[in-house]
């Protein structure tokens, strides 16, 4: 059985730091792209960051640009989330997937599968 299991998530202030990790088992983990996505309550899962196969390609959302850092250990099987300068708007659930394809733009219809979710809080 595939397992995506987040940690790192946590209370923290605007402008501090955090470290999301994400532990893959049950699959290839290097076969996979890797992806952050968050959400919040009534508002759609939308993609934060991504990290190809082999690190070569990523993507960050304009809004976390310059502040959040995506990498990958595949012999650790696991990918990581670094997020520095917060901000409350950062405040969300994040959640780890896995997908097969990497495309410019992630969309959920990508993600083969999900981790359970990290909370994510940004006190100002």
């Known amino acids: 059985q595939v397992q995506l299991v987040e940690s790192g998530g946590g209370l923290v202030q605007a402008g501090g730091s955090l470290r999301l990790s994400c532990a893959a088992s049950?699959?290839?983990?290097?076969?996979?792209?890797m992806a952050w996505f968050r959400q919040i309550p009534g508002k759609e899962r939308d993609v934060v960051s991504a990290?190809?196969?082999?690190?070569?390609?990523?993507y960050y959302a304009d809004s976390v640009k310059g502040r959040f850092t995506v990498s990958r250990d595949n012999a650790k099987n696991t990918v990581y989330l670094q997020m520095n300068n917060l901000k409350p708007e950062d405040a969300a659930v994040y959640y780890c997937?896995?997908?097969?394809?990497?495309?410019?733009?992630?969309?959920?219809?990508?993600?083969?599968?999900w981790g359970q979710g990290t909370q994510v809080t940004v006190s100002s």
């Open positions: 997937a896995a997908s097969s394809r990497w495309r410019s733009i992630w969309t959920t219809d990508l993600v083969n599968y």
């Open positions: 990290v190809s196969w082999g690190s070569a390609n990523t």
């Open positions: 049950g699959l290839t983990f290097g076969d996979y792209a």
